[in-house]
């Protein structure tokens, strides 16, 4: 198995699903916590319309709600953001406290060898991992794939 991660700020619809199928990825895990975006812009990563989407790319479509940090670790990040001045959509790094909190308490209680076998059942090879930022240093994605590389050694790239 060989895992990527891919955000959507700054990709339009074409680029988005352009990076998956020149990718070949051939399976889908939605790790945000709510599955929509707000506007119009980015309405193609909206469940129903990305699971339509992706059905029609022949891409299997999962969603790990387990792997979203709750709405207390985001108002963490929030708040870093607002120290900042930055907005999530320019975010370029997570906030330590975020990162801790995070590892703590998602990470810690997820069972990722169930994870990966539960991918290896469905024939997954060409995983990627979905959440909204553009730079996987921003988002939570990039724990998740620090954790898959350091425990199983799977090749990680970021799309």
């Keep these: 198995m060989e895992f990527f991660t891919i955000?959507?700020?700054?990709?339009?619809?074409?680029?988005?699903?352009?990076?998956?199928?020149?990718?070949?990825?051939?399976?889908?895990?939605?790790?945000?916590?709510?599955?929509?975006?707000?506007?119009?812009?980015?309405?193609?990563?909206?469940?129903?319309?990305?699971q339509q989407r992706l059905n029609d790319l022949e891409i299997k479509?999962?969603?790990?709600?387990?792997?979203?940090?709750t709405t207390e670790i985001r108002e963490l990040q929030k708040e870093i953001d607002a120290e900042k001045g930055e907005l999530k959509r320019e975010r370029q790094e997570l906030g330590r406290l975020f990162v801790i909190e995070y590892k703590n308490r998602i990470l810690k209680n997820f069972d990722f060898e169930k994870f990966v076998d539960?991918?290896?059942?469905i024939g997954a090879s060409r995983i990627a991992l979905f959440c909204v930022e553009e730079h996987p240093e921003a988002c939570h994605r990039s724990i998740v794939t620090e954790k898959l590389m350091k425990n199983f050694n799977y090749k990680i790239t970021h799309l």
Excluded: H, M, W
Aim: aromatic fraction near 14%; hydrophobic fraction near 25%.
């Design 61 to 69: 479509y999962g969603y790990v709600p387990d792997l979203a940090p």
């Design 118 to 121: 539960n991918l290896d059942q």
């Design 7 to 50: 955000g959507v700020y700054n990709s339009t619809e074409k680029e988005f699903f352009e990076k998956l199928t020149q990718n070949n990825i051939d399976t889908f895990c939605d790790i945000r916590q709510r599955r929509g975006v707000r506007g119009s812009k980015y309405s193609f990563v909206n469940s129903n319309r990305l």
